[in-house]
C-alpha cells in the first residue's frame, strides 16, 4: 500500500488537473465540428473518434515523462508505463455517443490507484469549463474561477429518490435492466443519458442513485474518489468492490443505497432461479 502524504497527494492533484488542460485542449477543436466515427464493435455501436485518441495521446505523453514508473491504463491504448503500485485510469471521452451528438454530457476521466484503492479522481468537462475533483481531501467543483464543496443530499427512502443510467439498453442482460428498471419504478424521478456526469451530479447532490453494469475500470476510477469524497457510496451491485467496473451502483446516501442493492439482487436471484 502507498503513504501518500497530503503533500504529495496534493502534488498529484495538481498534475491530474494538468492532464485535463492537456486533454481539454486536445478535444473541443473537434466537439460540434464535422468528424468521423468510427465504430470498435462488430455486433453494437460503441464509437471512437480522432478527439478520444488525441486525447488519450496527450494524457499518456505527461504521465511517462513526469511518473515513468508509473502504470497507465486506458480506454484506446490499453495498458503500458511502468511498474509502479500507482496506475493511472484513463478514459479520454467517457459518453463519446454524447459527444458525437453534440450533447455536453460527457467528460475527460482521469483517476489514480495506489495499488489498493482508487485515491484521487478527476472528471473534466472542458466544454462547460467545470473539473470535478476527489480525494481524501475532499470533493470539489471548480468552474468560473470558483471552487465549491461538494456534498450529497440526505435521501432516506427510494420513493423519493431521483435515479439515473446511461441507457436501458446497455445493460449487460436482459436479467440487469429488469432490474435497473425495478428499481426504478420505486422511485420519484428516472432519467437516463448522463453517462460520467451522473456521478458528478451526484456527488453535487442533485441526483440520488446512479446503477449501471457492463462498466470497464478505466469507466469508474476516476469517479469513486469524487462520489465518495461527497459522502456518497459506491460499490457493485452485490456491495463489493467497484473499482474494476461490472456492475456499479452509486447512492448519495447510505439508506437507499441498502434498499437499491436488495431489489437489485432479488431481481437477478429470480431471474437465475434461486429466487
Known amino acids: ?22 486533454a481539454g485542449a486536445a478535444i473541443l477543436p ?4 464535422p468528424i468521423a466515427v468510427e465504430n470498435k464493435l462488430a455486433q453494437a455501436f460503441d464509437p471512437v473518434t480522432e478527439a478520444d485518441r488525441q486525447a488519450e495521446l496527450v494524457i499518456r505523453k505527461l504521465i511517462e515523462e513526469t511518473y515513468p514508473a508509473h502504470r497507465i491504463q486506458g480506454e484506446e491504448f490499453g ?20 459527444f458525437v451528438t453534440g450533447s455536453p454530457m460527457w467528460g475527460v476521466l482521469i483517476g489514480l490507484h495506489d495499488g489498493i484503492a482508487p485515491v484521487l479522481g478527476v472528471m473534466e468537462q472542458p466544454f462547460t469549463g467545470e473539473r470535478f475533483i476527489g480525494s481524501r481531501l475532499g470533493a470539489f467543483l471548480w468552474h468560473g474561477g470558483r471552487t465549491q464543496q461538494l456534498q450529497t443530499r440526505p435521501c432516506a427512502d427510494l420513493a423519493q429518490a ?71 457510496t459506491i460499490t457493485a451491485w452485490d456491495g463489493g468492490p467497484a473499482d474494476q467496473g461490472g456492475r456499479v451502483i452509486a447512492a448519495g446516501d447510505s439508506r437507499i443505497h441498502a434498499q437499491a442493492c436488495q431489489l437489485l439482487g432479488d431481481r437477478l436471484s429470480r431471474a437465475d432461479g434461486r429466487g
Do not use: K
Open 162 to 232: 431521483v435515479v439515473t443510467t446511461t441507457h436501458p439498453d446497455l445493460f449487460a442482460t436482459t436479467a440487469e435492466r429488469d432490474a435497473y428498471l425495478a428499481v426504478a419504478d420505486q422511485c420519484l424521478l428516472n432519467r437516463y443519458g448522463g453517462d460520467c456526469y451522473a456521478y458528478a451530479m451526484l456527488a453535487h447532490g442533485l441526483c440520488d442513485l446512479v446503477i449501471e453494469s457492463g462498466l470497464n475500470s478505466y469507466d469508474i476510477q476516476a469517479l469513486i474518489p469524487i462520489v465518495r469524497a461527497a459522502g456518497g
Open 79 to 98: 495498458a503500458g508505463g511502468g511498474s509502479s503500485e500507482f496506475c493511472w485510469y484513463i478514459d479520454p471521452i467517457d459518453g463519446t455517443r454524447a
Open 30 to 33: 473537434f466537439f460540434r465540428a
Open 1 to 22: 500500500m502507498s503513504d501518500l502524504d497530503d503533500s504529495a497527494l496534493q502534488e498529484l492533484i495538481a498534475f491530474a488537473c494538468g492532464l485535463a488542460d492537456g
